[in-house]
């Protein structure tokens, strides 16, 4: 009999293309991969370590796997913990949690399979000495001594990761057929002070343009009619590998080197009726050039995911957003001209320390006036490692939670209004389940739906009228 794998995923985009790689890799060495943990003989937990709250339901996720295999037919079943909190907690975990089989790191991912059959030559995992906590917070003490910045020590090689995936790198799918991630990039060059991820995934990287659209290319073959292209920063793609030719000093020039201007257009020329979607880009790096290719480009669907955290002049500054009030402001002026239709989503943090009342209003000022089509708001989360863990002014929750409230009880009406604006209007929709569709401007999971009448054809695209809304969706 062959070995059975299981996994649960947690987290963004990206951790789930890391998913799709070590399940690969699992495949690649003859294994079988079932989605019932309680059949697998080896489980995965593929960890989130982004804010406080993921970081509970990665320990959480541990916790309620390590219970539930004693409960199970397989008493005997590896845990094996991958993923962000892994490389970056995996000294203090490995202390903390002698249950665990096995901590890889994102360098890791494309090697499960091999890890797994070392974990299963071992002897059996025995028994903790000591009881298991029933809960995340006993365990997990967010912010303090548990995992503390002054403890912090990855336990692998390499401190940053540098490993990033090639278009040959087997993969499990784990999205619809019709609708998959594309991984362009890894890491991050960006020093906002709220985030950690640069220390865990390292410096940015971009894939070789050969290396993305020989994906793309094999993909169309197959059919598949959306492709996310995601990374940290999606519009710094390129740049690195063009500046390592070019010099530190020197602009990129896409004429020459790889951009995603230029991959983009690459793109646009593959035969095949699909969507391609931009996500987690960062408002420092667009240019001109790239508004004017996605305009000039009908395959690169009308929907920009830029992520600007706020829009106070002061709260940037703290923030190292590395843009300014007018820059936002004036690109999005730009974007929205030059990309008729345009639908803009974005995300803002309020509860930033220092964070004051005024600063605040303004960030409500401007989400009324400039009217994003998609939205989302964070709570800030002091993350340990962060140079804004250490700054004055930390919010109490109850007043982010009271402006959390208030900004998005305010984007619930304007999505509301632009939803009416929609009805009696016909769309091109992709059918995601036989009575759910998608529009262009909807992104996979965090973005609205379309509920139709009559069921379609999975993974087809289709032209219908909307009837009208329902909360953030629309009818059709």
Not at 183 to 191: Q, R, S, T
Not at 421 to 439: F, H, M, N
Not at 451 to 462: D, N, Q, R, T, Y
Request: aromatic content about 6%.
């Amino acid at each position: 009999m062959s070995t059975k794998v299981g996994m649960v995923s947690l987290g963004c985009a990206k951790n789930l293309v890391d998913a799709e790689i070590m399940l690969g890799s699992v495949l690649q060495r003859g294994m079988e991969i079932t989605s019932s943990a309680d059949d697998a003989d080896v489980l995965v937990i593929n960890t989130c370590a982004f804010i406080d709250s993921a970081k509970e339901e990665s320990i959480e996720a541990i916790l309620n796997a390590h219970q539930a295999r004693g409960l199970s037919k397989r008493p005997g079943q590896k845990l094996i913990v991958s993923g962000c909190m892994s490389q970056r907690f995996a000294r203090e975990l490995r202390e903390e949690m002698p249950e665990v089989d096995a901590f890889i790191g994102l360098d890791q991912v494309s090697q499960l399979g091999e890890i797994v059959e070392n974990v299963l030559s071992k002897r059996p995992t025995p028994n903790p000495k000591r009881p298991t906590p029933n809960s995340a917070s006993s365990m997990f003490d967010v912010g303090r001594s548990t995992f503390g910045v002054s403890d912090l020590e990855l336990a692998f090689a390499s401190a940053r990761p540098t490993y990033i995936p090639d278009y040959d790198t087997p993969r499990f799918r784990l999205t619809p057929a019709h609708s998959v991630y594309v991984k362009i990039a890894e890491g991050c060059n960006h020093p906002c002070t709220f985030c950690v991820i640069p220390q865990m995934r390292g410096k940015h990287r971009s894939r070789p343009m050969e290396s993305v659209l020989a994906e793309i290319r094999g993909l169309v073959a197959e059919g598949v009619r959306e492709f996310n292209l995601i990374s940290q920063d999606t519009t710094y793609y390129g740049m690195d590998l063009w500046t390592e030719k070019a010099g530190p000093r020197q602009p990129v020039d896409s004429s020459r080197g790889p951009s995603l201007s230029r991959l983009l257009r690459e793109i646009q020329k593959f035969d095949g009726d699909f969507w391609v979607r931009l996500l987690y880009t960062h408002p420092a790096h667009w240019s001109d050039e790239l508004i004017e290719t996605i305009a000039a480009c009908d395959k690169v669907a009308r929907y920009i995911d830029i992520p600007l955290q706020h829009i106070h002049e002061s709260m940037l500054q703290r923030m190292r957003r590395e843009t300014s009030r007018e820059h936002i402001e004036r690109l999005i002026e730009k974007l929205r001209a030059g990309i008729p239709g345009l639908a803009i989503r974005t995300t803002f943090i309020v509860g930033f320390p220092g964070e004051t009342d005024e600063e605040f209003e303004s960030l409500v000022e401007f989400i009324e006036r400039v009217r994003f089509e998609r939205l989302g708001i964070f709570k800030y989360s002091r993350e340990d490692g962060s140079r804004a863990a250490k700054m004055p002014g930390q919010i109490p929750a109850k007043i982010k939670n009271a402006r959390y409230r208030a900004a998005m009880s305010l984007q619930q009406k304007i999505a509301h209004a632009n939803a009416a604006k929609i009805v009696g209007r016909k769309l091109k929709l992709l059918i995601d389940q036989p009575l759910l569709a998608r529009t262009e401007a909807d992104a996979p999971d965090v973005d609205a739906r379309v509920i139709l009448s009559k069921p379609e054809a999975v993974g087809e695209f289709v032209t219908k009228r909307i009837t009208g809304a329902r909360g953030y969706d629309l009818l059709a």
